[in-house]
T-cell receptor, first 113, second 113 residues
Framework: GENVEQHPSTLSVQEGDSAVIKCTYSDSASNYFPWYKQELGKRPQLIIDIRSNVGEKKDQRIAVTLNKTAKHFSLHITETQPEDSAVYFCAASKGGGYNKLIFGAGTRLAVHP | KAGVTQTPRYLIKTRGQQVTLSCSPISGHRSVSWYQQTPGQGLQFLFEYFSETQRNKGNFPGRFSGRQFSNSRSEMNVSTLELGDSALYLC????????????FGQGTRLTVV
């Protein structure tokens, strides 16, 4: 079946440190992997995504890597700031235009000043 | 460009009642997916509608249903409400064809008492 595992469930870092969140997916047909940030009481917000034909993508302090062979993908946040504190969700989709995302359980990131 | 709009924002219902939630996608988007978010189960896919047709369905009982109108607005209905249906219901809007990014509404918080 379709499943996405996400680790760790909580992550606490000091401001300026890096944070890494890892996900593993089960369906080898998955080819689109977005990451969402959800602040308390707000909607999930798409922060970065990667397609299966790309191994790495960067956007300022955020990067995502994908290892298709191992079915792993990771989110890397550098120079963390207090405003990065939120719950982060990874997800996997088979793409093809289908709007069906299988989500990981989420990682609560706390960045301490 | 207006974002994804969900109404109402909050609902309180009694066990056994039914409820209808609404989602207006981003202009030009033809796909609407629905998700249930709870602290215990995380974000779970309910179903996707594209061009007025259900294209994907998750593992929820038949009490959960939906529909989509010709203007792409979507509604979901939950009949015979149970306490366990208390959750944040989110919809996500996407083009549904090729472009994969999905954007969430702010959600409807349903409380069943």
């Amino acid at each position: 079946g379709e499943n996405v595992e996400q680790h760790p469930s909580t992550l606490s870092v000091q401001e300026g440190d890096s944070a890494v969140i890892k996900c593993t997916y089960s369906d080898s047909a998955s080819n689109y992997f977005p990451w969402y940030k959800q602040e308390l009481g707000k909607r999930p917000q798409l922060i970065i995504d990667i397609r299966s034909n790309v191994g790495e993508k960067k956007d300022q302090r955020i990067a995502v890597t994908l290892n298709k062979t191992a079915k792993h993908f990771s989110l890397h946040i550098t120079e963390t700031q207090p405003e990065d504190s939120a719950v982060y969700f990874c997800a996997a989709s088979k793409g093809g235009g289908y709007n069906k995302l299988i989500f990981g359980a989420g990682t609560r990131l706390a960045v301490h000043p | 460009k207006a974002g994804v709009t969900q109404t109402p924002r909050y609902l309180i219902k009694t066990r056994g009642q039914q409820v209808t939630l609404s989602c207006s996608p981003i202009s030009g988007h033809r796909s609407v997916s629905w998700y249930q978010q709870t602290p215990g189960q995380g974000l779970q896919f309910l179903f996707e509608y594209f061009s007025e047709t259900q294209r994907n369905k998750g593992n929820f009982p038949g009490r959960f249903s939906g529909r989509q109108f010709s203007n792409s607005r979507s509604e979901m209905n939950v009949s015979t409400l149970e306490l366990g249906d208390s959750a944040l219901y989110l919809c996500a809007s996407s083009t549904g064809t090729g472009q994969l990014e999905a954007f969430f509404g702010q959600g409807t918080r349903l409380t069943v008492v």
